[in-house]
């Protein structure tokens, strides 16, 4: 009997509590407009199982881009209107620099790093990481880019060998299933060269992986898997220190990525060589220019923990994303076989065997069906949201009330037509013609805290996907167009399909 007493209270100070602060938050004469929550669920429950990037925008629309909703007790703002976003993270910034508290990403980082850092801490690592990626983003990074094109290519030539389907050559082609692994593979293998200055040699899945390379694609799968399960414990912020406390005593998984990044730390530490506090050589991987960015004479425990959890932020955001975008493009182009065409003829006439990043500025159609493959299908389609630290009115008529956390809703800044005309077709040529619809693409976030490695991204998307095209041509295995069916964990992904690939004749 006691303990259904103090079950109702519970849910009786809950339900007090949260519409205390949703008529709290609700009364101001410029306030946001939005779906009426429930209880401790807020809106939670209108978003949609399987799509919840649609069902948002849905809401975009119909709330002309920007509205409110609330997540558990959690007032979020959601945007999809460029102009906004630009006037909150530009204009306004010091309002939206920070990240709101998240029970997951406490217990995962303690809020170092470059993602989910605030206040002093954030601009002190911003400053040191940006000085760390002009020292490692050079020539010897795009010769090794350059490189590990090159193994892919060779890998698909080895498949051509060995499991052919055709004795004549003009039509060899073989069935990749499931090219996911291989793409995550060219994905990593570049990372741990950026930032770790070690060579990964690309191989087929069928060998046997090297354990610390099986041991970061099984680390990497299982930290998205955990950031990616969402509880409703999650949006209830008086509950959240409880569940922090319970996810520190029983996570073993970060402690055994940090363990192993703190043995590369250590590794690099000791191989360094310094005159005083100044190193005599010049860095050879980010670990290495993070490592004389925050100096080598007694970094405090905080410093330690910020290197290693910025190696790790360049690993998860380096690769999954990368290699969904490169799925994403390489679905669209077997769905599109008239651009297929096109960017080939493009390629073609480039009149080089192999397609180097300075040939962008030759192949505009291929830079803009990039664009529009990620306009359509963005890899992060909500980004990581921003917490608002004071009042702000928006555009002098929009509310923004301090606590609030701020989302920006990609998918529906694709489906914006005051962005996008046509917003629902697939036209890259928008790119090409268009300086309105290339300012609106903000995949890669806006202001200061966009994604500092962008453009490496965007290099090792182009290197691979041109290089492709101008050797095999791709279709799907039936010759029909594959669904493009969008899956939400942390990114957006599709479903796994096989290609069909085949060998020009040159």
């Keep these: 009997m006691n303990l259904l007493f103090i079950f109702i209270s519970l849910i009786i100070f809950f339900i007090i509590y949260y519409y205390y602060k949703f008529f709290n938050y609700d009364n101001h004469k410029l306030k946001l407009k939005g779906p009426f929550p429930l209880p401790i669920l807020g809106n939670l429950h209108q978003f949609g199982t399987k799509s919840p990037q649609l069902k948002l925008t849905e809401y975009s629309q119909q709330y002309k881009h920007i509205f409110r909703m609330w997540m558990g007790d959690k007032y979020s703002v959601i945007v999809s209107d460029p102009k906004l976003i630009r006037e909150m993270l530009i204009e306004n910034f010091s309002a939206f620099k920070d990240r709101p508290f998240s029970a997951k990403l406490a ?24 000085r760390a990626l002009r020292k490692s983003s050079n020539k010897t990074l795009y010769d090794f880019l350059n490189q590990k094109v090159s193994e892919f ?101 970060f402690p055994k990525i940090f363990s192993f990044i703190n043995s590369k730390y250590q590794q690099h530490l000791s191989e360094m060589s310094f005159e005083g506090n100044e190193v005599k050589s010049k860095p050879k991987d980010l670990l290495e220019s993070l490592i004389y960015e925050y100096g080598k004479d007694k970094p405090t425990e905080s410093d330690v923990q910020s290197i290693l959890t910025t190696c790790l932020d360049f690993f998860l955001a380096g690769t999954e994303t990368s290699s969904t ?29 192999t397609i180097k990043v300075q040939d962008k500025l030759e192949t505009p159609l291929l830079v803009a069906f990039i664009k529009e493959t990620l306009r359509i299908h963005p890899v992060a389609p909500f980004g990581l949201p921003h917490e608002c630290t004071r009042n702000v009115v928006i555009d002098n008529k929009y509310f923004i009330p301090m606590g609030s956390q701020l989302l920006i809703n990609f998918k529906g800044i694709a489906y914006n037509e005051n962005c996008f005309k046509y917003s629902k077709s697939f036209y890259p040529e928008r790119f090409i013609d268009s300086k309105i619809e290339n300012d609106s693409f903000l995949i890669f976030g806006i202001g200061q805290r966009n994604c500092v490695g962008n453009q490496i991204a965007l290099d090792e998307i182009y290197l691979l996907i041109s290089n492709l095209i101008l050797k095999y041509r791709f279709e799907s295995i039936d010759g029909k167009k594959i669904q493009e069916i969008e899956k939400l964990s942390l990114t957006l992904y599709p479903k796994k399909f096989n290609i069909k690939i085949i060998k020009r004749s040159n």
């Design 153 to 253: 290519m060779t890998m698909v030539d080895n498949r051509f060998k060995e499991f052919n389907t055709s004795g004549a050559d003009e039509n060899e082609y073989i069935i990749l299933e499931k090219p996911r692994f291989l793409i995550q593979r060219y994905t990593i293998s570049i990372m741990y060269k950026f930032i770790f200055n070690e060579d990964i040699k690309f191989s087929n899945e069928n060998e046997e992986d090297s354990k610390e390379l099986k041991f970061f694609f099984r680390t990497i799968k299982e930290i998205f898997k955990v950031f990616s399960a969402s509880t409703l414990i999650d949006f209830i912020s008086v509950l959240q220190p409880l569940y922090f406390q319970y996810l520190k005593k029983t996570d073993t998984l």
């Design 107 to 130: 217990f995962g980082n303690n809020y170092h790093g470059t993602t989910t850092g605030n206040g002093d801490y954030w601009d002190r690592n911003r400053d040191i990481v940006s």
């Design 325 to 353: 975008a490169i799925e994403w493009i390489l679905l669209n182009l077997i769905n599109r076989p008239e651009y297929q065409s096109k960017i080939y003829s493009e390629l073609k006439n480039l009149d080089k065997q």
